[in-house]
């Protein structure tokens, strides 16, 4: 009989995150203070994140980091995650190729989000912090802090960009039954989203909007601190529980994948799968491939350029070495909302500039049908951005067809569509759109 799920016991759920900072060969470049622009370590972030969070982003020394005993044991609770061989889709694609997923969908909130949200709301709980604010756009980000805090304790205060507020209605309701609060982004309630209304009446937010309120918010509340759910190297970090683990589980089926796939937004759930399998690249010259996918209605990796630039719209982040389109740069509205933010992470941007990894842009329609085939054929309704993993290796198993070309590709799920149903319907009905870039 075919082995479709591979699973790992309690014990081999990884103790340890990694963090590839320590092993790169040429290290991100500094970060810079916004308004002076010198070089700013961890002390100079404490203000904002917390405290450990701050040491983890600028650490380029430990390969490994303990993940803390609280934080892994609430892994247990729904990791690991499975390993799962799509048959169903190899047999729809008629191809030689094999494919594999990591399905971070069964996440209790449906996405790979939680990873990161339980390891910060930990951290700030040990540091005395008892308020938390953040900005999500589909809402996955949000609905993960909302329910890390709410297991830890924390008040949590939510910007969501406003045109996901609208079209995701049900992650809101989700954030507020967590006990978090939730305003649209840009809003009223705070001097960046003042400005931004002012100058822009029908500003429809996006990430760059809403991170400038959350933040505001959180440097104007007592006790308060920040969160952010992506770009940030020690979200990365965090999230490589799920690369770790699907090296195992790999094992376990036998194969090692010749190309990963993973949908970007920030990189967050890319660096998740594909850094701890680089290590094997930056180590010992394993020749993998490792490609982004992004909207090519936000293409930072394919069309932006390498700089210094924002992580938010108002400007109170530090200035990041990144691939950018420009921190004022206002993406269509797709429905892969957590795909549209202006920039990547400095650590998957120095990747990429040293010809490290690969990116590649796929069109809305594109995405959809890629999302649709996956379904018919594993049941599993993806995330509008995890569509974006799916749709490159559809492409690549097609290309393998008519190569003959037996590549093992393996691709990360990071979250279910089942609160997305609107973009569904909306694809279903004949009236999406493509939104190729002005
Ligand atoms: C947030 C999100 C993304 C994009 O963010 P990354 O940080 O690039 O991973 C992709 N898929 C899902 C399901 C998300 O929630």
Redesign the pocket.
Known sequence: MKQKRFFLEESQIPKQWYNIQAEMPNKPLPIKHPGTGAVMGPEDLYPIFAEECCRQELNQKDVWIDIPEKVREMYTYYRSTPLVRAYGLEEALDTPAHIYFKNESVSPVG???LNSALAQAYYLKQEGVTNVTTET??G??GAALSYAARLFGLEAAVYQVKISYQQKPYRRSMMQLFGAQVTASPSMSTRAGKDILTATPNHQGSLGTAISEAIELAQTTPNCKYSL???LSHVSLHQTVIGLEAEKQMEMAGEYPDEIYA????????SGIAFPFMRHTINEGRKTRYIAVEPTACPKLTKGKFDYDFGDEAGYTPLLPMYTLGHDFRPANIHAG??RYHGAGVIVSQLLKDGLMEAMDVEQLDVFKAAELFAKSEGIIP?P??GHAIAGVIKRALECKKSGEKKVLLFNL??HGLIDMTAYDEYLSGNMMNFPMK
């Open positions: 996405s790979h989000k756009g589909a996955q980000w759910g992506s770009v949908a970007f937004g920030g990189g967050s759930n890319f957590g795909l995330a951005e995890s990071s979250g």
